[in-house]
């Protein structure tokens, strides 16, 4: 009696024919004038009752996809084959870029002829900002599908937001840390498609020039302050720089002080004194060193690489996307892990693919977000990009030749690696609301509009306060 299915069990399974068969058919497995397998066939295919199979049949029969001939079979008819259903995908601006999302979606489209993907873009000033856009694309069915990052479903957890996913079947060849990101209460509403941990990027023609040993994964921030001021040659070149304000950035140095934001017994919070601080003090010291960190006015992180790109840099903070810049250049190039503090930590950004809750072409969604995360679309995407797929199996593979056309750095498979020294951004014990505030004090201190007594009782002060 334990083994005895259950009605759930047998509504799934009736499920999965119906979804099975009508994706075959809107596909073209199946033609105008085809029919599909027997009744027995069926039965024994997805191990149902004769009458179940037919009232799956019937509700094909019902949606327009067959007709049932007397003692003959079911048959496709020719309105089926005529028929595509339209999905809209919104992505970041960078998702093009990082997935090389056309030639993935050629490929889709090829596998799925019943199945259009329009894409719109959507983006705002930070991560942090993401929720309202999206919940107003969501809510309003401006969109089926969605690219989201491991911030973004933080604010949606925080806001009780997450209603507006449809819960989504783990992909047990991903990597268990980067779905685990995406799920609250045992239900996984994001599946991975890539992530990145930052590194440091350096020019090895520079530090062949300067006579100096290529950075490893010893170095602290002391050491490559030493080096980029022996590297730099103003106004040439400059030694290191990176776009600070970034969420990328910035929340490292906190994250390698091997601390994070707790209140204490009595419900408030000390950081005077503390590694936290310590942290904060060493990075301001290291972007005022003129020697080796320029004065430069970046907007973001792109500003940054633009510069490395064309070698006005030395050493830069960069993650595996951006090094898509670089595919195609013929600059000399490598990666090692980042600096450290007290502990080697780095920070880890992930992005998947969330659906709709809401969305009038669920069945459509979920196809486009499996194909995205299966091997052949991650395969697709560890050959034709630097991005690392989220697939364990083809993240980790090595090919015997690999796409010569793109500038790989040597050290690629660093990630693999440093994987002990990945964290979140939730992993300082913040919520968005708090990275925000929290940011906006340390840009006045950094600007030397704070001294160090007065950021830490801003910093106790904006933490203690309540969530709006």
């Known amino acids: 009696m334990k083994n005895r299915p259950t009605r759930k069990s047998f509504q799934a399974k009736l499920d999965q024919m119906v979804r099975q068969l009508r994706n075959d058919i809107v596909t073209g497995r199946y033609a105008a004038g085809d029919f599909l397998p027997s009744e027995a066939a069926l039965v024994e295919q997805y191990e149902l009752s004769n009458k179940s199979i037919r009232r799956g049949l019937d509700q094909l029969v019902e949606e327009g996809y067959i007709v049932k001939k007397h003692r003959i079979g079911a048959m496709v008819t020719e309105a089926a084959r005529q028929s595509k259903v339209t999905i809209t995908l919104g992505v970041s601006p960078s998702i093009e870029r990082d997935l090389d999302l ?59 937001s997450t209603h507006l996913l449809e819960p989504l079947t783990p992909n047990a060849k991903h990597y268990p840390f980067l779905t685990e990101a995406f799920t609250l209460k045992n239900k996984t509403y994001v599946q991975p498609l890539v992530f ?7 020019n090895k023609d520079h530090f062949r020039e300067a006579d100096l040993l290529e950075p490893d994964s010893s170095w602290t921030w002391d050491d490559v302050a030493r080096a980029a001021e022996k590297l730099a040659k103003p106004p040439e070149r400059h030694g290191l720089y990176f776009h600070l304000l970034s969420e990328n950035r910035w929340p490292v140095f906190l994250l390698q002080s091997g601390m994070t934001f707790r209140k204490e017994e009595e419900g408030r919070y000390r950081l005077n004194g503390t590694k936290l601080m310590d942290s904060i003090e060493l990075c301001g010291e290291l972007i005022h060193n003129r020697k080796a960190f320029p004065n430069f006015l970046s907007e973001n992180s792109d500003d940054a690489i633009q510069l490395f790109l064309q070698e006005k840099l030395s050493l ?10 670089f595919k195609d250049s013929s600059l000399n190039y490598d990666i090692c892990p980042l600096p450290y503090i007290n502990k080697p930590a780095t920070l880890l950004i ?39 797929p989220s697939m364990k199996p083809i993240a980790e593979w090595k090919p015997e030749s690999e796409n010569e056309s793109l500038n790989r750095p040597e050290s690629y498979y660093l990630f693999k690696d440093i994987i002990p020294t990945y964290h979140f951004h939730r992993d300082l014990n913040l919520s968005a609301n708090q990275f925000k505030s929290i940011k906006s004090t340390l840009q006045l201190y950094w600007s030397g509009l704070l001294d160090k007594n007065e950021l830490a009782s801003k910093l106790e002060e904006e933490l203690a306060a309540p969530a709006p």
Do not use: W
């Open 350 to 388: 992930s992005i998947g693919m969330a659906i709709n809750a809401k969305s009038d072409q669920k069945e459509a969604a979920g196809v486009l977000v499996d194909y995205l995360a299966s091997e052949k679309a991650q395969r697709l995407l560890r050959e034709r990009t630097l991005s690392i």
């Open 102 to 160: 056309q030639h993935v979606l050629d490929s889709f489209h090829r596998d799925n002829p019943g199945i259009r993907v329009k894409t719109i873009t959507f983006s705002t000033s930070t991560s942090f900002d993401y929720l309202n856009t999206a919940r107003q694309y969501l809510e309003n069915g401006l969109i089926d599908v969605m690219s989201i990052n491991h911030i973004n479903f933080q604010e949606f957890a925080e806001h009780e």
């Open 316 to 325: 830069t903070l960069i993650n595996y996307l951006s090094l898509n810049e």
């Open 196 to 202: 990145t941990p930052v590194i440091l990027c350096y």
